[in-house]
């Protein structure tokens, strides 16, 4: 066969099965133009499951009479005029792709009215070669958009489509990440003419979390953390979710890039990171975050979808991303809540009441910890009125007040395992080896952060075989080795040598920690991993020297792990991602007892 042209129809329908995969694909591709045509309200009506009918109406600036049979044609766009307009490019679309590939495997309507227009138009495409001319047709300001019969030029392609119900679901998790993407535009969406939900504009703090409890329910927002930060022309905020609250899979993670939702191996490797050491093994993090920056430090134009982007300066991306959600996680301690109206972590103001007096014990107790009790001893009223006798009723101060921690007072402890606590709200469990596991990793991290990461010479430097490119990267990257206490020399154009380690590292595979290093720093610019490798020997040191089960404490040491829980970072949970302490206030314990009923 000779090289020919291909026909218009059969480049629209290739160009389709890049853009249209499925309905969810032609929503997405409908709702960000509304979007990019200033629509402050977005309908989306859908019919069984998008296959019969996807309908999406808006009050935008509508299409001019004469650009509409053009809106049907290929590489035709209203949003980019030159190169210069592309690597600056804000909107939502800009390639002119969707519409004619809409068009080409389904019956497409469009109807619109400009805002300086008399009267609507409508124009008509089925995938035919030529587009029927505009109409007069009754329609306020704004686009409506109707697809019906999707693929039913190509029953190949309709083959493949699931079950009403996936397909439906599919559009309403993308109708709810653009519904978060754009907090100053109403959503609402139907479907089989049942509505599905309906969201306002949302432009106060208060109703944009009303809107997320709308959209990812209650429980997600009862445990986000706000925070935002700015530095060095980026700016990253919005809610992510205590560890405790995780997910069996990653179904609740949306991020935004200049108000683009977007999916990427960069951003997802750096939430990883920021969540290590916190969460539990084989769950996912839940988050709502938004990063913005100049237009010109990313690269939108990567994949037809537009789901994925490039970064120019991936490493600064990457830290940024990390350092921020690893100092907010930080801040997850007992004695810490939101403050709604700035999203700042604040510290819990303690209650004023009388500090709890406690039974004496009668086990037989082991030998003592060894808990720095920095406190004052008033702190510890319990142990002391178990020790000594009572005030006199008559001695001064004998019934002032005392401000009560966090986590309160030390009660007693339960088979071994369990520290029984009362605060102002009620009763609180610890488990002491998670706690205890938890303070002395902190410890471990903050000694190895003061004094640096030593390395140990090896007896015997290890060669390695590498690519061209690998060695130039580990050339460029020494300081970085060396801050990890890694000493590594290039040989010549394909060998490096490794002379010395990590102490906390001896005895591991130096050529294999080596290769792992270069291919972080060739997908990610930098790498964590030898940091993670030294903190997962920390976290087993912790682990084997923190308190076992079946150890009875003193009231005291049960008091000096409760305020050391108190001063500790990520104390909420241990280094596995357990938690370490939960909360049972009056309300559920009288919940218990059926009082008040």
């Given at each position: 066969m ?30 960000e ?9 977005i ?40 190169l ?15 519409l ?23 124009v ?27 693929f ?20 309403e ?16 969406l ?16 208060v ?7 709308g ?16 530095q ?5 905020f ?55 920056l100049?237009?010109?430090l ?38 810490t ?147 990890l ?108 007892f059926l009082?008040?009923?």
């Open positions: 000779r090289i020919h042209a291909l026909p218009p129809q059969l480049i629209n329908q290739i160009a389709a099965g890049e853009v249209v995969e499925r309905p969810a694909s032609v929503v997405k591709e409908l709702v133009n509304s979007l990019d045509a200033g629509a402050i309200r309908d989306v009506e859908i019919e069984q499951g998008g296959v019969r009918l996807i309908r999406v109406r808006d009050n935008g600036g509508g299409i001019q009479h004469d650009d509409l049979a053009l809106a049907l044609s290929r590489h035709a766009t209203s949003k980019i005029g030159s210069e307009e592309l690597e600056r490019v804000c909107s939502m679309g800009f390639r002119g792709e969707a004619p590939s809409i068009a080409s495997v389904s019956r497409l309507t469009l109807s619109s009215r400009s805002a300086d227009g008399d009267a609507g138009w409508s008509t495409g089925d995938g035919g070669k030529q587009v029927a001319l505009p109409e007069p047709v009754a329609h306020p300001v704004g686009t409506t958009l109707d697809v019906r019969d999707l039913f030029n190509t029953p190949a392609r309709r083959k493949f489509l699931r079950t009403e119900k996936t397909e439906f679901n599919q559009i998790t993308l109708v709810k990440r653009l519904a978060l993407s754009r907090f100053d535009v109403a959503f609402s139907q479907h089989n003419r049942r509505e599905i939900f309906s969201q306002p504009p949302a432009t106060q703090r109703e944009q979390e009303r809107r997320l409890a959209l990812l329910g209650g429980a997600f927002l009862e445990q986000a953390l706000y925070f935002e930060r700015k060095a022309g980026l700016r990253l919005g809610w992510v979710a205590r560890p405790t609250f995780s997910r069996s899979q990653a179904d609740m993670q949306y991020f935004y890039v200049n108000g683009r939702m977007v999916r990427d191996k960069l951003v997802t490797h750096a939430v990883r990171q920021a969540f290590q050491g916190v969460l539990f093994h084989g769950r996912h993090p839940a988050y709502v975050l938004y990063l913005e100049d237009p010109l990313v690269d939108v134009n990567v994949h037809p979808t537009k789901h994925e982007v490039r970064f120019r300066d991936g490493r600064m991306a990457h830290d940024f991303l990390f350092r921020t959600l690893h100092k907010v996680l930080a801040k997850t301690k007992p004695g809540e939101v403050d709604r109206e700035t999203g700042e972590i604040r510290q819990i103001d303690a209650a004023l009441t009388p500090a709890p007096t406690s039974l004496s014990a009668t086990s037989a107790y082991q030998r003592p910890l060894g808990f720095q009790v920095q406190e004052r001893s008033g702190n510890y009223r319990s142990s002391f009125d178990m020790q000594h006798p009572l005030p006199s009723a008559s001695a001064e101060n004998a019934d002032e007040p005392e401000e009560i921690p966090p986590l309160g007072y030390a009660l007693a402890q339960l088979k071994g395992v369990y520290v029984l606590a009362e605060n102002s709200e009620g009763l609180v469990l610890v488990d002491m080896h998670a706690a205890h596991e938890r303070i002395t990793y902190e410890c471990f991290k903050q000694a190895r952060a003061e004094n640096g990461i030593q390395s140990q010479p090896l007896l015997v430097p290890v060669s390695v075989v590498v690519s061209g490119r690998e060695a130039e990267l580990a050339e460029e990257h020494m300081d970085l080795f060396s801050e206490g890694m000493e590594v020399d290039r040989l010549d154009t394909e060998t490096l040598v490794v002379r010395a380690i990590p102490v906390p590292l001896q005895g591991a595979d130096a050529e294999k920690l080596l290769r792992d290093l270069l291919s972080d720093i060739v997908v990610h610019g930098t790498s964590e991993r030898i940091r993670n490798e030294i903190n997962g020997v920390l976290s087993t040191m912790a682990c084997h020297g923190s308190v076992r089960a079946n150890r009875l404490l003193t009231v005291e040491e049960m008091n000096a792990l409760l305020r050391d829980m108190e001063r500790t970072e990520r104390s909420d949970q241990c280094n596995h991602g357990r938690p370490t302490w939960t909360q049972l206030d009056m309300a559920n314990l009288d919940r218990l009082r008040g009923r």
